[in-house]
């Protein structure tokens, strides 16, 4: 006999068995958002595995939107090196995070670079404007 455990999205509540929960929050969490529709689902096994271990529990729903606002465009090429780029230079700082993604949506070269040179970037330069950005690097 399987228990069943009551996880609820939005309004609705999803009956999932126990072996779900058993599984641990997170990999409910990716299944939840897979049968949903989230922008989640669309991160890769590996950005997943690196977000649960860089951001507190609390933090990685807001981790997760922000990274799936990444590749949404034609524009916005190499998704998935650049959600990994944006986390290895954030290096679990949330706001940082959403400075990079914020930076890699205008030019997406700029974190790949920082990431490979294992650069850290100046942080008022992730705040500043696209004009003064150029002048800067």
Known sequence: MTEEVALSVGSSALQ???????????????????FTGNDAAKLSPDVMVTVERQFAP??????????????????????????????QVANGNVARERSLVDLARRDYRDVLA??????RPNTRRLRSSPSSESQSF
């Open 16 to 34: 999932l068995p126990a072996l779900i929960d058993r599984a641990g929050k997170p990999a409910a969490q990716r299944f939840l958002e897979f």
């Open 58 to 87: 609390e933090h990685q729903g807001t981790v997760t939107q922000l990274l799936a606002t990444y590749g949404q465009l034609s524009s916005e090429r190499d998704v998935e090196p650049v959600h990994k780029a944006i986390l």
């Open 114 to 119: 920082w990431a490979s040179r294992r650069v």
